[in-house]
């Protein structure tokens, strides 16, 4: 699982785009990385999440090329146009 800082608050999840944050227990807690992948999600008040770790988001299409790929941020893949609400 992995997330990207966002500049409101927190973090979105690259896959569903969810508001989820660092656990305050984390080593990273106070750090906020850009990247992050993580191991579980914890609901409290918030999705926290828990086994964080910091990385750079081309590891991703290197590593997990069946889960992540690059693309145009500009452009709307079409799963993304149909969930776009006008």
């Given at each position: ?10 973090y ?25 992948i ?49």
């Amino acid at each position: 699982n992995a997330a990207k800082k966002d500049p409101q608050e927190g973090y979105k999840t690259i896959v569903e785009g969810q508001p989820v944050y660092v656990h305050p227990g984390s080593a990273l807690f106070n750090r906020q990385p850009d990247w992050l992948i993580y191991h579980q999600l914890v609901l409290t008040s918030k999705e926290y999440m828990r086994s964080c770790m910091t990385i750079e988001p081309k590891w991703l299409v290197e590593l997990a090329p069946n889960f992540y790929k690059k693309c145009d941020p500009n452009v709307l893949s079409k799963r993304k146009r149909r969930e776009k609400i006008e």
